[in-house]
């Protein structure tokens, strides 16, 4: 049996018509109830829904053969997993945002309000530039807009949510993309089923570009 982690919610849903496609279908996944794990006995294929960034932590202890997690969570965490596929869906970018008016103020410490915290850390430390880094987990947005932070290192995907709240994009740091990402251990024992969902899903991703 092999087991997937797939990340609950509009994105997940989408991986998984892509693992159907490739020949990996749970039909009663699409019923509507609120189950967490499906399996297809007949497929040898066991899935769950999982919160998007508790993915990698399923994978990399193993609960998961095989997983998809956004690249955003692969760098901020850098957990022990093989990353095997981009599967270009999910795309949007990580960047640092502020206030229209916005100018670094380059004589004192740059005030970054994130969820990311390794991810700006690194950023900031290639350009040289000092930081202070207050960790939020949500509304990343209201910072700057309160004062408690100069800019902010978020997801954008629409630019909607920065519009709305009268902030814009100051410097994009790097693309985003859901990522299909394996056990190391499983990626050795179970090597026949991950390498055929990983081809197949290769084919359909090339398709696609
Ligand atoms: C992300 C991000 C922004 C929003 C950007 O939040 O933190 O708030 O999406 O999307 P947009 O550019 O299309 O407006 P997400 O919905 O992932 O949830 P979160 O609040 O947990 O960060």
Redesign the pocket.
């Known amino acids: 049996m092999l087991n997937v982690a797939l990340p609950k919610g509009r994105l997940g849903e989408k991986v998984y018509q892509m693992f159907a496609r490739a020949g990996f279908e749970c039909p009663s996944i699409l019923e509507e109830n609120r189950k967490l794990i499906f399996e297809n006995e007949e497929r040898q294929v066991r899935y769950f829904w999982v919160k998007p960034s508790d993915v990698s932590i399923y994978v990399e202890r193993g609960a998961a053969d095989i997983g998809v997690a956004g690249k955003d969570i692969l760098l901020e965490y850098e957990p022990d997993v093989y990353e095997l596929l981009d599967l270009g869906v999910g795309k ?1 970018r990580m960047a640092v945002a502020a206030p229209n008016e916005f100018r670094d103020p380059t004589h004192r410490t740059l005030r970054v309000a994130t ?1 990311f915290v390794n991810i700006a850390r690194n950023y900031y430390t290639s350009k040289g530039r000092d930081i202070d880094i207050i960790k939020l987990n ?4 209201i910072a700057p807009i309160l004062g408690l932070s100069d800019v902010i290192v ?9 519009k709305e709240n009268d902030l814009a994009v100051f410097e994009t740091i790097l693309p985003i993309s859901a990522r299909l990402i394996a056990n190391k251990a499983s990626f050795k024992f179970k090597n026949e089923p991950i390498s055929r969902i990983c081809e197949s899903l290769r084919a359909e991703t090339e398709g696609t570009r």
């Open positions: 949007c969820k949500g509304s990343i947005e978020d997801i954008v995907e629409t630019g909607t949510t920065l």
